[in-house]
């Protein structure tokens, strides 16, 4: 389900402007930051283990630092994945113009809204078999896009003559700090956007078969991800194609292969990276619903979506979704040139305050196990609490950041006005049980059950 929201725009659009921002020094951008992520997922795995509970961390939020705490962060991750479904929908309409010129970009992504909204209205079997081939798909095409690579690097296969595959070709252009510090700084706005959404692990906690498995065998494998799919595609790509030329007009993996001349490649990555868009875009949703369901569940969402349909979906979380994402049809028809680069810096908004408030509450666990002498967590954090203070100092610099660069100052400007609307929604609506804090079975100890739900097809999505 991660891999489904994480590796898709972020990386295969995305990337393109991150690397104009930064040069070759975007590679140390997504290490640092996938470093981040990384302590933000181990927070949550231990989270998770000690509770294991669908919709998780807006049930942490509100357990270990108050029912408007986990309001604000089950709205708030539902917001991040609304913004980050228009990007991923905005991304498929590009590269559906790169077969198609001449048809106007909302038409495609009307279609795809269309077709997205009745597979996640289908049984939710067919949804996880769905996600689980998209997956495979796109997990195959970025390895075998790898070793490619790796090879025209080696032999030069379609280079032209004079060409310098490798580190020369990276490099040959200002160096690996190419456009500076400030450049490797403004390309954290993108970059954190591409890792949004790798929380949706936490989610899918409490339908796992075994949770004291799963989830941490799904976070260890964090640091493998971003090094396979983010660190060493990108860096194969500057090493066949000079970075200062990677437009953004396309994917910068279908225009460097287009580039190159060799046939089938440019259109075989193109469609690989619109399955990418379909994958996220249908693991968005799913996401959003989940939390959606458990907020109304919890009393801090309207009872409507908590409604299931004869299939066993959230239905009116899935139509509200559709809605938001008719809502992108209208942005892209009215801002086709700089809208990516807006919902982008939107979504790292929403996606950082999501992980500040999981580092938060995992901290105040932490407390609470030490105040009433609980037992260790099975699956701790490393470097605790070194690492989860540094992580926690990380995003809120992002934050920071994001209001300092003049082209994600939007960000910040949308993001206050969000949390100040959701604490009047809460002030003003929240009755009852939403202004309770989640109860939580500690389940340190003790054996794990097959749970009877959604764990396995979870599991394999």
């Avoid at 010129?101 to 079997?125: H, S, Y």
């Amino acid at each position: 389900m991660a891999l489904g929201s994480a590796i898709g725009t972020g990386l295969f659009y995305g990337s393109a402007s991150a690397i104009q921002s930064a040069g070759p020094a975007v590679l140390l951008a997504y290490m640092i930051g996938g470093a981040a992520v990384f302590l933000v997922m181990r927070a949550l795995g231990e989270m998770a283990v000690r509770h294991p509970v669908s919709g998780s961390f807006g049930h942490y939020a509100s357990r270990y630092l108050g029912p408007f705490a986990g309001f604000i962060t089950g709205w708030t991750f539902a917001f991040e994945m609304a913004i980050v479904a228009i990007a991923d929908v905005t991304a498929f309409g590009i590269y559906m113009g790169f077969w198609f010129e001449d048809v106007p970009r909302w038409i495609w992504i009307l279609a795809v809204v269309l077709l997205i909204a009745a597979l996640n209205l289908m049984r939710v079997k067919v949804f996880g078999e769905t996600e689980f081939w998209l997956s495979i798909v796109k997990v195959a095409a970025i390895i075998a896009m790898i070793v490619g690579g790796a090879a025209i690097v080696v032999f030069g296969f379609g280079l032209p003559d004079g060409a310098n595959p490798g580190f020369e070709t990276m490099l040959g252009s200002g160096g690996f700090f190419a456009n500076g510090f400030w450049g490797l700084l403004a390309s954290f706005s993108i970059v954190m956007f591409a890792f949004g959404g790798i929380e949706t692990i936490g989610i899918t906690a409490g339908e796992a078969d075994n949770p004291k498995k799963a989830i941490p065998a799904a976070v260890n494998t964090v640091p493998v991800r971003i090094l396979l799919f983010y660190v060493c595609a990108l860096g194969i790509l500057m090493m066949i194609f000079p970075w200062q030329d990677i437009n953004g007009e396309t994917s910068p993996f279908v225009q460097i292969f287009d580039s190159l001349g060799i046939p089938a490649a440019a259109h075989i990555l193109n469609a690989v990276v619109i399955t990418a868009a379909i994958s996220a875009i249908n693991s968005d949703i799913f996401g959003a619903g989940r939390v959606l369901y458990g907020l109304a569940q919890e009393g801090q969402a309207p009872s409507s979506f908590a409604k299931i349909s004869r299939n066993g979906v959230p239905w009116m979380t899935v139509a509200t979704m559709a809605v938001v994402l008719l809502a992108g049809v209208v942005l892209n028809a009215l801002l086709p040139e700089s809208l990516f680069t807006i919902i982008a810096s939107i979504a790292t908004f929403a996606t950082v305050w999501v992980w500040l408030m999981i580092l938060l509450s995992h901290i105040a666990m932490k407390r609470d196990i030490k105040r009433r002498s609980l037992p260790a967590s099975e699956f701790g954090v490393p470097l605790w609490p070194v690492a989860s203070y540094a992580a926690l100092a990380f995003m809120a610099f992002i934050v920071v950041l994001l209001g300092i660069i003049p082209e994600t100052r939007v960000a910040l400007i949308v993001g206050a006005a969000w949390i100040v609307l959701l604490f009047a929604a809460y002030r003003l609506w929240v009755r009852g049980d939403g202004l309770k804090r989640a109860e939580l079975a500690d389940e340190t100890g003790v054996p794990t059950s097959t749970t009877q739900t959604e764990g396995a097809l979870t599991d394999r999505a």
